[in-house]
């Protein structure tokens, strides 16, 4: 989450107000209209209630099949319309880089395996694929085993490909700092890549405020950094 004063206070209100319109959609379409339908097969005699007889006979007992099992059909769907969650992880090695910022408050969970890892394209060129993952899989199968008994501790063994979830808040003149730096060529392909998203929502929601971003690069490079690594190769020879 970025917040740049005095704006915040609106953008934060017309995000909870065209969600809380779509939320208040969805839950009227979901209690009023497909709720009842549901709750009919049972309830009042419906065709449920009249399957079998004696101890054979359908049972709900408290609603724990109708209810449940439309509400766990109800998050499926949500699931499905929402669909995967691409690019809304991070791997490791790129929140290493970006959380040293000054100027700013985060909040993260714990370092887990679940969330996948990033394998960079260079990996498969290379042919290492192969064993890329299978090094990945051994780590999370350490992991699994770790966390068992020490759940804080295995997540040193945590290669830093692996995702994690986190957000932050910063200020504008902080954020104009860590867009610029961090979506130089010489980056890492990880971190210039939400560098670079940082500044597109700006520019989205604020474009006046995207002016003063002036050095941002929006490119892409690859192999970025082998530039500046032969630069000084050369200044040593």
Not at 46 to 71: E, I, N, P, R, T
């Amino acid at each position: 989450m970025v917040e740049w004063p005095p704006s915040s206070f609106f953008c934060r209100f017309w995000l909870l107000a065209v969600f809380g319109f779509w939320l208040f959609g969805f839950v009227t379409l979901l209690v009023g209209v497909a709720y009842p339908v549901i709750g009919s097969w049972h309830w009042g005699g419906g065709y449920l209630a009249q399957l079998g007889g004696g101890d054979a006979a359908f049972k709900d007992f408290a609603g724990s099949a109708v209810v449940h099992a439309f509400g766990g059909f109800a998050a499926l769907a949500c699931v499905l319309i929402l669909g995967p969650r691409k690019g809304k992880y991070g791997d490791y090695g790129m929140y290493r880089d970006l959380q040293r910022h000054r100027m700013l408050t985060q909040e993260r969970q714990p370092l887990t395996t679940s969330y996948g890892y990033d394998t960079p394209d260079e990996i498969e060129d290379a042919g290492l694929g192969a064993e890329y993952h299978r090094t990945m899989s051994s780590s999370a199968e350490a992991f699994e085993t770790i966390a068992k008994d020490f759940p804080h501790e295995a997540q040193y063994v945590v290669p830093m490909s692996y995702n994690i979830r986190w957000y932050v808040h910063i200020n504008l003149r902080a954020l104009i700092w860590l867009t610029e730096i961090r979506s130089t060529p010489q980056g890492h392909t990880g971190y210039r890549r939400i560098a670079q998203e940082m500044f597109r929502k700006v520019e989205e929601a604020q474009p006046l405020l995207a002016k003063y971003m002036k050095f941002v690069d929006l490119n892409e490079y690859s192999l970025g950094r082998l530039s500046a690594e032969q630069r000084q190769e050369d200044k040593q020879v």
